[in-house]
């Protein structure tokens, strides 16, 4: 379809890639500007560039990148760009609500407004279902592809053994700890139930060995600067190295056991896989199997334990909501451990999670996708009027009745094609944890501690600056700590 030229429409012409990308718009659309930023940070990382930018949207550092001092692709957004005075990036008020940029050489079309990002990604999902030629992996930056499906597919029929009628997550929920440490190992147990069927106890060896080489892959990742030979980049390379030797040791022993009936785990569903190849031959290989495993660890981890850690930020900002929730706990579960089926009765802490992923989303501008082929997009509503909001935190996800509600334009697992696979596993998830943790303990400030910086810093996922809180078990429930 040719691009329409009305009098406010604007041709972004992206030619990413591969295809042309034509948006005509009449109408705002905003800010993909932490995309932007966390694309352009890997981007300069990638090509091992200098001189320090720091991007603030709205006050708020959003990302920092090791940046070019004087680099035609910046030139155009930053009036200067001075490697030791933080340069404030507030594109969508500068550029308005839609505009394009240069990501390094890629020329990137950035989307602000939920209600056309929905439209984007819902209406029009598989034209912009693809992926920027990023990291070999095979689900998250795999392009939209036979291979991809085919993995997608295993992964999404794998994850549904552990849904809410299976007990395996509530059992690992409730030996939750309250530390970063403690929630990060946690969640890790929970993936490494789904991808290769352990549950860890507290303490053993080899889900330490996974947390550090986790732990070892997200800080070197998020520090960067990994184009040439450095100390980084040797510590990640190490810490993919026992990545790999454990999961293919786990590989192996599932081929060893790998039986007839439903799969057990993701390296089940996978090894299965492997028999039936995809409609045009897409055949899995054990390297395709292994960097799935691995992925489901890199999706799968960072977002749920950081989106628990912002929850708890707030409720320290709001001790009143972490009583109402602890009160809904005690009416409608009382001292039984909580099931996933309790879900239902709880919307008052759902309405927590929920609120704690709009306000701070750790993955702000989903996965950066690209045009399947010559697109265009026409919006006829001109304008956007932004209403004050008066609602305090959590109440935007209740009815005046106290019922959950779910605005259309709430998306923080994406849509569409490309919606986040562990949407389902991940919400399951964060209930059983929070829930877990508010029936038994209540979370405050330690004395004279200030309220968590609620800023967040863009690493992998957008994460919160390290904060102290005090814990006290709650009536009925001993054990008492202090943690960071
Ligand atoms: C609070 C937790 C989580 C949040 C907020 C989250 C959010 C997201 C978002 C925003 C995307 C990108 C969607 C897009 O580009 O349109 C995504 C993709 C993805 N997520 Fe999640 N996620 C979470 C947990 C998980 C978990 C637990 C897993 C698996 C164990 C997982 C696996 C994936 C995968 C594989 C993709 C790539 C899907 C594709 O490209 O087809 N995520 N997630």
């Known amino acids: 379809m040719p691009p329409s030229h009305g009098a406010h429409s604007q041709r972004i012409g992206g030619h990413h890639l591969r295809s042309q ?12 500007l932490i995309a932007a930023c966390k694309a352009f940070a890997a981007h300069v990382a990638r090509e091992g560039l200098l001189a320090r930018v720091c991007a603030r949207v709205r006050g708020q550092v959003v990302a920092t990148a090791e940046a070019p001092r004087t680099h035609s692709a910046l030139e155009g957004f930053l009036s200067c760009v001075d490697p030791h005075v933080p340069v404030d990036l ?55 592809s036979p291979l ?17 009628g299976s007990s395996r997550l509530q059992d690992i929920g409730r030996s939750s ?9 946690a969640v890790t147990n929970v993936v490494c139930t789904l991808v290769f069927g352990t549950t860890y106890k507290h303490g053993d060896g080899e889900l330490q060995e996974v947390m550090r080489y986790n732990d070892g892959i997200v800080q070197t990742i998020t520090r960067g600067g990994l184009v040439f030979p450095n100390e980084s980049l040797s510590k990640l390379r190490a810490c993919i190295r026992v990545r790999d030797c454990l999961l293919t040791q786990k590989l192996h022993e599932h081929k060893a056991t790998l039986s007839e009936g439903d799969p057990r785990d993701l390296l089940d569903a996978l090894l299965k896989g492997q028999g039936s190849p995809g409609p045009d ?35 320290l900002h709001h001790p009143e909501v972490q009583e109402k929730a602890q009160r809904e706990l005690d009416e409608e579960v009382g001292e039984r ?22 306000i701070r989303p750790v993955s702000p501008v989903l996965i950066p996708h690209i045009a399947m082929s010559d697109s265009r997009y026409t919006k006829k509503n001109q304008g956007r009027s932004v209403e004050p909001c008066h609602k305090t935190f959590p109440d935007r996800f209740l009815d005046d009745q106290g019922q959950r509600v779910t605005p259309s334009c709430f998306l923080p697992f994406g849509a569409g094609p490309r919606i986040c696979v562990g949407e389902s596993l991940a919400r ?9 943790m508010l029936q038994r303990m209540s979370f405050m400030l330690p004395g004279g501690a200030t309220p968590p910086n609620l800023q967040g810093r863009l690493g992998v996922v957008l994460q919160p600056l390290p904060y102290k809180v005090a814990v006290r078990p709650r009536a009925g429930w001993e054990v008492s700590t202090h943690v960071n």
């Open 281 to 315: 031959g897409t055949v899995i290989t054990d390297d395709h199997v292994l960097m799935t495993a691995a992925e489901a660890f890199g999706a799968g981890v960072e977002t749920t334990s950081t989106t628990l850690l912002w929850v708890l930020a707030y409720l």
């Open 21 to 32: 990308l034509l948006l005509d718009v009449h109408a705002a659309v905003p800010l993909s």
């Open 148 to 164: 991809w499906k085919l993995h997608r597919r295993l992964v999404h029929s794998s994850f549904a053994l552990f849904g809410e």
């Open 337 to 358: 451990a909580v099931r996933a089926a309790d879900r239902g009765r709880l919307p008052y802490l759902d309405s927590i999670i929920n609120e704690g992923m709009r």
């Open 90 to 144: 507030c594109m969508c008020t500068r550029y308005g609500p839609l505009f394009e940029l240069y990501l390094g050489p890629h020329r990137t079309v950035v989307v602000n407004d939920h209600d056309h990002a929905r439209e984007v990604l819902l209406q029009r999902g598989r034209d912009f279902a693809g992926r920027p030629s990023m990291v070999m992996l095979h689900i998250a930056f795999s392009d939209y």
């Open 428 to 436: 399951m998830e964060l209930f059983l944890f929070l829930s877990s």
């Open 177 to 185: 700890g309250t530390s970063d440490h403690e929630l990060t190992t």
